[in-house]
Nanobody, 121 residues
Framework: QVQLVESGGGLVQPGGSLRLSCAAS????????MGWYRQAPGKQRELVAI???????NYADSVKGRFTVSRDNAKNTVSLQMNSLKPEYTAVYYC???????????????WGQGIQVTVSS
């Protein structure tokens, strides 16, 4: 019911910047929260940054001051500006949306296919 397509990943040197984008499409009533998670090899998926429809944000402590999540409610898009990147940020980054497909229904999690971000010299 909700499809998420990510773009913008790749290889970047330590200290560099990268911007991820995600667009949602499909048949849904409302998207409540959009954001990003990541999963490094051998580790569990973890929250990176999310933004509610009302504009509240939540960041992982490790990225505060380096990453900025932005969202366009009208276009159903979310972006992640990543600055001062470190090698330990290397992971597959997943776009996430919590959305309901019918009026007054509880929101469900939807995921993109994931996009690789590699920080290496």
């Amino acid at each position: 019911q909700v499809q998420l397509v990510e773009s913008g990943g790749g290889l970047v040197q330590p200290g560099g910047s990268l911007r991820l984008s995600c667009a949602a499409s499909g048949n849904f009533f409302m998207i409540y929260t959009m954001g990003w998670y990541r999963q490094a090899p051998g580790k569990q998926r973890e929250l990176v940054a999310i933004k509610t429809r009302g504009g509240s944000t939540n960041y992982a402590d490790s990225v505060k001051g380096r990453f900025t999540v932005s969202r366009d409610n009208a276009k159903n898009t979310v972006s992640l500006q990543m600055n001062s990147l470190k090698p330990e940020y290397t992971a597959v980054y997943y776009c996430n949306a919590v959305a309901s497909v019918v009026v007054a229904a509880k929101g469900s999690d939807y995921w993109g296919q994931g996009i690789q971000v590699t920080v290496s010299s």
